[in-house]
């Protein structure tokens, strides 16, 4: 068994691998994570609370149901492009996602990724950076920029600042000629009023949020918004409520959302 000593935004990550992989045990999966069981197995950590943590597991669970189908679709028309996944914790959507030709880049802390490293081997195709995303030095390890890429922001721009979020994009702009962006944000109501037990637990607190992604393109000019993607669209797939409650507009607004934006 493997001791995980983390704490605070970081920790975070350990909630939501657990989410996936309880929820690829049942038998009315939407998803079959693998990894995640795998090296849930063998870390010596205490799940209870996550275990517990209804609202957080359903969130994780609906966002991941969205990436995956977003993600596919894109290298079903970019077979051979880039992925730099952002934030990436233990994140396992490439072994589930891989065609076999697509550029994978897993970016996250250094100490997130010495911990990715005691589980998962990456090299070649499939590699990590240990850089934080606001460190510009990080583009510069992506390999053909000219090309086409995705960069996915899962779970990370609740946790951080305004500036913060600046930064990030900005990066992505300046090295990237053709990308786009999927990123996941929390509406502020949601950002002040919502506790997740789990990630209460962990020291994290939600820091940032906005209405809608279209207010992106203020803070990143380059950028144009395409759409906001509710995750109500992913709980209508485990509960069927959802799709009566989906067609409030309140209820799909105050959801997070996965924005999607493109250079």
């Known amino acids: 068994m493997e001791k995980v000593n983390i704490q605070g935004v970081p920790e975070t990550m350990l909630q939501t691998l657990f989410a996936r992989a309880a929820h690829s045990q049942k038998k009315e999966h939407k998803f079959y994570d693998k990894k995640a069981i795998e090296i ?7 799940f209870s609370k996550a275990e517990k943590d209804a ?16 993600v596919s679709a894109f290298l079903a028309e970019n077979p051979d492009a880039t992925v730099v996944n952002i934030a990436c914790g233990l994140d396992t959507r490439v072994y589930r996602l891989d065609n076999g030709q697509v550029r994978w880049y897993n970016l996250d802390l250094p100490e997130v990724i010495n911990i990715r490293r005691r589980f998962l081997d990456e090299q070649g195709r499939i590699s990590m950076i240990a850089k934080s995303a606001m460190d510009e030095s990080w583009a510069a390890e992506i390999e053909d920029p000219t090309g086409k890429v995705l960069v996915v922001i899962e779970g990370l721009v609740m946790y951080l600042t305004e500036a913060d979020v600046k930064k990030i994009l900005s990066i992505i702009c300046n090295r990237f000629e053709h990308v786009e962006i999927i990123m996941e944000t929390m509406n502020p109501f949601i950002m002040r009023h919502m506790k997740e037990k789990s990630i209460e637990a962990s020291k994290a607190r939600f820091t940032w949020g906005l209405k809608s992604g279209r207010e992106l393109e203020s803070m990143a000019p380059e950028l144009t918004w395409i759409k906001d993607v ?11 409520v959802y799709r009566a409650l989906g067609r409030i507009r309140p209820v799909r607004n105050i959801s997070n959302k996965l924005v999607i934006l493109r250079k």
Not at 40 to 46: A, I
Not at 230 to 240: A, D, F, Q, R
């Open 40 to 46: 849930v197995k063998q870390l010596d950590y205490d």
């Open 55 to 70: 609202a957080m597991s359903s969130g994780v669970i609906a966002r991941t149901i969205l990436l995956d189908r977003l």
């Open 230 to 240: 509710s995750l109500v669209e992913g709980m209508k797939e485990l509960y069927p």
